[in-house]
Each structure stands twice: as C-alpha cells, then as structure tokens.
T-cell receptor, first 108, second 114 residues
Framework: GESVGLHLPTLSVQEGDNSIINCAYS??????FIWYKQESGKGPQFIID?????DKRQGQRVTVLLNKTVKHLSLQIAATQPGDSAVYFC???????FGAGTRLTVKP | EAQVTQNPRYLITVTGKKLTVTCSQN?????MSWYRQDPGLGLRQIYY???????DKGDVPEGYKVSRKEKRNFPLILESPSPNQTSLYFC?????????????FGAGSRLTVL
C-alpha cells in the first residue's frame, strides 16, 4: 500500500554540523509534502513544505530537496543547534500519512 | 492565539470506563483529525472530519468514535477503553484537505488504560 517512511529512526550529530533527514514515499501522484518538527512534550509543528513542481526549497537554516525520480525527499538543517533536537516527520498531501519519524539528537 | 486545545492532557483510566477527549480549534478550520502516536509507529490517523457532520475513518478507527456537531469541536470517544488504546493522542486541524493544508496540532493527550 501507500506509505511515507523515513530511512533512519535516529540521527545524532555534533552541534554546528549539518543534518540530513531522509524520507521515502511510494505514491508517485503525491504533489505536496510537508516536514514537521516535534519537540519533547509537544505536538508536531510545521517547518517547511514543497510542491512537486519544485526540486528544492529553502527556509531559514533548513532546505528540503525533492527527487521525484526515486520518490525521495530530504530535510537538511544547516549548523545544527541543540534546539533542533526533536523528532522530524515528513507527510504527503492530505496529511493522512506520516512516517515513523527520525529522532535528531544534537551533541554539544 | 490560534491554537488547538485538547483536554485532558493526561488521563489514567480502567478498562471499560467510557471516556471522551475533547478537541477545540479557534481558527475556523474545516478539517480536523485525530492521531495516535506509539513508539516506532509514528502518527497514525484514527478519524478525520472535513466539515460539520462529515466524518471518516482513518487507518486505525477500531474502538473509537467521533462527532462533529460544531465546526470548532471534534471530540474523540472511547466507549469501552482497552489497554491497547494506551497511547499519546493528538488532535489537529487545517483549512482544508486539498492544496496547502498544513496541520496545526494540539499539545497531545497521554492516555493510560489499566
């Protein structure tokens, strides 16, 4: 069936390094994707989105890349900070399906 | 402040005792949804509603009921809770289901069923 999934359940990076969180999707008709960040004890919050007519979208310290050929998207966080420690989810249009999430831990 | 409010935030109950988790949003959103979050399984959708009096099952609806009598409220009802419904529950809302439909989530309700 259709799914949105993440490659790795956990990611640990050193403060100041760049982080890359990956996500694969199976529905080739998906045309809109959203990344959410969930901090401990809170609900997920919107970070950035991208439409399928784009390959790349940049925000403040975050960049999302979309590769429709292999149905893969990634979230890149530049100069990772302790406040970036959280679980990150990707979601496809309709917000009905989320991946399991990747827990990012930033080491000081 | 635009927000989704869930109550209670924490609840411990016993098997079979009916309970309701309330959800209210102040953004005039049409779309509302309930998710449960379990370790290793991510967010799984229980029920959703695209407007007043319109509700549909998500991926894991068994054991749950919902209602949408008013636009702002979307309560989750567990008629006879069981231990496998012990989980962290999130309510969310958005302007619509198509197009740019970023979800706004509540803070979560942690339910333990003994």
């Amino acid at each position: 069936g259709e799914s949105v999934g993440l490659h790795l359940p956990t990611l640990s990076v050193q403060e100041g390094d760049n982080s890359i969180i990956n996500c694969a999707y199976s529905n080739s008709a998906s045309d809109y994707f959203i990344w959410y960040k969930q901090e401990s004890g809170k609900g997920p919050q919107f970070i950035i989105d991208i439409r399928s007519n784009m390959d790349k979208r940049q925000g403040q310290r975050v960049t999302v890349l979309l590769n429709k050929t292999v149905k893969h998207l990634s979230l890149q966080i530049a100069a990772t900070q302790p406040g970036d420690s959280a679980v990150y989810f990707c979601a496809e249009k309709g917000n009905m399906r989320f991946g399991a999430g990747t827990r990012l831990t930033v080491k000081p | 402040e635009a927000q989704v409010t869930q109550n209670p935030r924490y609840l411990i109950t016993v098997t079979g005792k009916k309970l309701t988790v309330t959800c209210s949003q102040n953004m005039n959103h049409e779309y509302m949804s309930w998710y449960r979050q379990d370790p290793g399984l991510g967010l799984r959708q229980i029920y959703y509603s695209m407007n007043v009096e319109v509700t549909d099952k998500g991926d894991v609806p068994e054991g749950y009921k919902v209602s949408r009598k008013e636009k702002r409220n979307f309560p989750l009802i567990l008629e006879s809770p069981s231990p496998n419904q012990t989980s962290l529950y999130f309510c969310a809302s958005s302007r619509g289901r198509s197009g740019a439909n970023v979800l706004t989530f509540g803070a979560g309700s942690r339910l333990t069923v003994l």
